[in-house]
């Protein structure tokens, strides 16, 4: 049973534009036209794809203008894959497996357009080394930025979890925050999702195996957390974490599995912990939010992390509904004082800052809502993928957060 090459193509464009719905109703139909002449159509065959399906999209094609992504305008969605920079058909995975004839003509790296990103510059001194970790859950590399200035004295770490599609060099390029790290001193590490955990290198925060302390991937993040520590003398209390999109969505679930071990939390265009358990389920989250894990009840601040949220409203990959109820799932039922500010980078767009404190003035939630903007890391490069140049510098929005929370309790004890 196959589907043919133009449905295939309009299936994909809309997909592009995030119109999933529309999407999947035209590949339901040329399913259902060509399982007519042999077996029944079941209604609920692409919905069981989904769930066995080990990979989910959250980050749709996009055409690279100026750094920033934007949907493709036009219907030619054949000829739109060679102009598209950095193209993710995650989403179609459904339509692919039923699709041998379309990827071996093309190639999965002539529909992704994969393209290299720009070689990391270092300064003199500084080190950016591919390391390995490995547990029962199995391996994962990852890169980890040094300092020019280090050394050898305790220094904070940040873990940064990149988003599907990207690589840990493209991660560092977009975000640029080896050179945060250069300025203010301190280690970088970038884990890499592998192409056989998730096809397209997507953190699989979807799947309810993903979630937990101790199993699968937040092991291995904080397996690889755990080591650099081991490896390098890390200030007590300053180990961060911090992701985009799928990264954000992973992020979130290391605040929430292990909050002994992250002092603070960033989530850019990420979803809470729990939003979703399987495929279908995330593409509704995506969509029009999930049903996050409620936090369990604390006294105080205690096991509180604290979190800074980043999130476009014009966000058409994952509902900036997210990026609230990442709030209000780290709130719980705390009782937090609230303060907004509203700002706009010079010849860039515009923003709401939200601030929630508690009563000693420590800021423990911040959510920057970016107008105008999509699915992109806010203030990042162009040489990187998923960047809005335009926006606030996400990236040193973020470390100054979580130096603050350090500098708090210094004050506390």
Sequence with gaps: ?????????????????????????????????????????????????????????????????????????????FTAYGDLKRPSLKGLGVVLDRMPDLGAAIGVEGLLGRRMPPAIRLPPGATFDKCSFANQAGSRTYKLYVPSKYRGEPLPLLIMLHGCTQSPDDFATGTRMNEVAEEQTFLVAYPAQSQSANPSKCWNWFDAGEQRRDHGEPSLIAGITRQIIRDFPIETGRVYVAGLSAGGAAAAIMGATYPDLYAAIGVH??????????????????????????????????????????????????????????????????????????????????????????????????????????????????????????????????????????????LDQ
């Design 1 to 77: 049973m196959t589907i043919s090459k133009a449905n295939m193509f309009e299936a994909t464009r809309l997909t592009r534009e995030g119109r999933l719905a529309e999407a999947m109703a035209i590949l339901r139909g040329a399913l259902s036209a060509a399982a007519e002449s042999a077996n029944p159509y079941d209604s609920n065959l692409l919905e069981a794809d989904a769930r066995r399906s080990t990979f989910v999209d959250m980050e749709f094609p996009f055409q690279r203008t100026g750094g920033a992504r934007i949907p493709r305008p036009g219907n030619d969605a």
């Design 269 to 410: 265009s990420g979803l809470p912990c729990g939003a979703a358990l399987d495929m279908p389920s995330a593409f509704a989250a995506m969509r029009q939010g999930g049903k996050p894990r409620a936090a369990k009840s604390r006294r105080l601040d205690q096991d509180m992390v604290p979190m800074i949220v980043f999130h476009g409203d014009s966000d058409k990959t994952v509902n900036p509904i997210n990026g609230e109820q990442i709030i209000a799932q780290a709130q719980a039922e705390m009782t937090l004082s609230k303060a907004t500010r509203r700002g706009r980078v010079p010849g860039g767009i515009a923003y709401t800052c939200t601030i929630q404190t508690d009563d000693t003035g420590r800021p423990l939630l911040e959510h920057w809502v970016l107008h105008g903007a999509g699915h992109a890391w806010s203030g990042g490069s162009a040489s990187g993928s998923y960047t809005e140049p335009r926006g606030p510098d996400a990236s040193r929005e973020m470390v100054r957060f979580f130096l603050q929370q350090s500098a708090h309790r210094g």
